[in-house]
Every structure is written in structure tokens, then in C-alpha cells.
């Protein structure tokens, strides 16, 4: 028997040790490698997921198969055009208004303590016992059928849920300006990347241009060589400027093709797609400003949304406080329970009898911490601390606000008279080229007189197409500090 016994037990250690083992085995990670840190640090780590994450990484770069182009093929877009685009398709206005409906539904949140909650339950059981009496037993069964409702209800509670709803508000109304803010931001990176494209284009254009006055230049110095009027050395330089003419003409190419990057980033389109522009030359340049510095920074302080942000953060942090100061009072919450519960019962050897009632609770519970360690007075503390420091960072924002509208209002007025410079200097330069190549095809001026009025051409040119491009930039970074440029007549209800 005892050895019976022993073989028994044995069995049930091993059957244990089996069943152990075989859950260990189905928990134990396929992959062990992605459970882990890098084997050695010279050596860069690959893992079986690799390819998966790869593939979600990668799933919404590009154009994709069957899909119509963003941009439409052989239209010139103005800066507005390319604004609604930008709004429509960059996925930060997505992630913004995102978050002003998270923000949104967190007050729906909030606002729901105000009301009381209401629960249902149904419940069913059967029992079966065997009863006693006298010197028998009897089978005895009941079945029991509840239907239960629960309310409970916050009477009053000194302020703390009107607090939380406070802040909830601010919460919804900063991420709302969060959201003003996100196309602001944008708008001025798309007019900053167009206006970069617009100077890319008008410097190949000049480059193009000084590109033919090398050549004609060195046309009119072969065929002086040819007529036996020049030197060689003069075809020679001559050769010389067209090939840096070439050189730089190459140079500004490269640029536009950054410049066109960078500003199809900004779209949220893909480069590859082909974008038209204006050209520089088309678009009206003001000669003088409209405004003061002082009705900028008005403008600035009362329309900058990520100043309002910070004015919202206040008022979050001054509704916390409420809520703290509201945890030193007691709070009266109401409870009421009804429930209807029916009763059948069967004995053996008798008939069904059942019976019906209602019956429940009304509780009233007052609710007050009398000492917790200072953890309300702590929690106030920090509260008071948050709302310095969001009136602190406010006012640190305005500071900044005012820096940036003087620094961009100077930049603005610098570009205006270089811009007026440039002018002048061009028409200047022009006019020396023109009189240096028809006194050279007189004999009277020689070719290094040409080629540096020539070089002299092509430097105003490209300045007096930067000096176009630095007076928009400057504009769009004026209408940046000061707010001006998300003050549209027409909202949107999506990014």
C-alpha cells in the first residue's frame, strides 16, 4: 500500500512538472532577440520586427498606387493657393485638431460630475437544499430574480467640480489656440520656403542672363581676335567669365531644387510632384511701410494665439488652486438603491408558492478628511506655485513678443531701403555694361573694362533680386510676430 502510494506521488510530481514546463514553453518569446538590449555596442542591432516597423514607418511617405496628385499639373499657384494647401495636407493641423478634440471631449468629461450616475442590475439565482424536518429530508428549491437601480449623486462639494470644469475649459480653449497657433506657425514656414523659391528662381534667372552677356562678350572678343583687333589674353578672360558665369548659373540651380524641397515639405506633398510659381518679377513689392512699431506690437499682444495659450494656462492653474482650496470642506454625496425582487420556492411534496416586494436604501454620506498629513496643504502650495509660474511664463512671452516685432519691424525697414539701393544700382550697373560693350566694339575701352562691368551686371542683378525676396520675407515675418497672418474672414471646421 505505501508503495502504491509512492508511485502515485511520483506521478503527480511529474505530471506537475510537465504541465509547468509546457506553460513555461508557450509563454516563452519567439523572438528573443526583440526582448532584449544589443549584444556588444560596435555593432549596429537588427531584430525579426524590423521589417514590420520599417514598413509602418514608411506607410505614408510619398504617393501612394491609385491615388489623384496633390498638385495639379501645369497650374502656377500664388502664396494663398499654397497656404490652403499646406493646411489641407501637412499633418501637423491634423495632430492639432486632434488634440482640440481630445481636449473637447476631456470637458464633456468633466462637466458629466454634475449629473448622477445610474446603474442597472439584473440578477438570477437558483438554490437547491436539502431541508430537515422532522425525520426526513426535503428537496427544497428557490429561484430569486432582482432588478436593481442605483443612484448616486454629489449634492454639494464646495467647489471642486466646478473647478476641474474650469479647467477643462482652459484646457479646450488653450489647445484651441494651440490649434491657431500650429497654422500660424505653418503659414509663415510655407511663405518663408515660397519667398526662398521666388529668390531661387529670379537668382537663375539673373545667372541666366549674366549667362548671355558673358557669351556675347566673348563672341565680340573672337571676332575682334579674328579681325586682328584683340589679343589673345582677351579671348582668353573673356572665355574665363563665361565659364564662372556657367559655374554660378549651376550653383543657383542647385539651389532652386533645395528651394522647391524644402517648400513641397512644407505642403505635405511629396517633392517629386511638379509645383509652378509665380515668377519674383510679378509680385507687387510696397515701397514704404503701413504701420508703426508700436500698432504692431498692439496687434501682437492682442492676436499672437500662443500668447492666449498662455493666458488659458493661467486660468487652468487658477482653477487647480480652486479645486485644492475646495479639498478643506466636507463633501455630501446621496446614494439611492431600489430594488424590486420576485421569489419562487417549490418544496418537495408541495405546491409553488412565490412572493414580490420592493425594497432598497437611501444613504446620505458626509464626507470631510480631518487630518491627512498636509497632503491638502501641500496639494494647495503646488497649485499656488503652478499658477505663478504660468503668469510668470506669460509675461516672459510678451517680453519675447515685443523683442520679435522690433526685431522683424527693423528687419522690414532695412530690406525697404535696400531694396530701393538695389534698384539703383542696377539701372547703374546696366547702364555701365551698355556703355562698356559699345565703347569696346569702338576700340576704345578694352576687355577687362567689359568683363568687370559685366560681373558688376550680374552682382546687382542677383542683389536686386534678393533685396525683392528679403522685403516679402520680411513682411511674412512681420505678419508672423504680430499674429496678422491667421486672421482669415472664413474658419475651418477641419485642418
Known sequence: MHCWMERNGELWVTRWVVLVAGVLLLLWPRNGRCQTAPPSPDHPWYSGQELRLEQGAAGGAGPKAGTEPVVVAGKVYTLPELIDLAEMHNPETRLAWERARSAAAALGVARSELYPTIAAAVLSETTRSEIYLNTRFYRQTIPEFDLALELNYTIFDFGARSGRI????????GADFGFNDVHRRLIYRVAAAYYELLNASGQVAAARASLANAEAVKQAAAERLKNGVATLPDELEAKSAAAEADYELQSVLGAREIAYGELATALGVSPAEKLQVEPIDHLPIPDTLETSVDEAMDRAFHERPDLMQRMTAIREADAHLKEAHAAYYPTLQMRVRPDAQALYGLQQQLPWGSTADLDGEVVLGLHWTIFDG?????????????????????????????DGVWTAYSNLKTALHQRQAAEALLDAADLSYSAAIESYHDGVRDLLDVTAAQKTLASARSEDVLARAQVLSALAALAFETGDSIQAPAARSQP
Open 166 to 173: 474650469d479647467a477643462s475649459k482652459a484646457r479646450l480653449l
Open 374 to 402: 498636509g497632503l491638502r496643504r501641500s496639494q494647495e502650495a503646488k497649485a499656488r506655485a503652478d499658477l505663478h509660474t504660468a503668469q510668470a511664463q506669460a509675461d516672459a512671452l510678451r517680453d519675447d513678443i515685443q
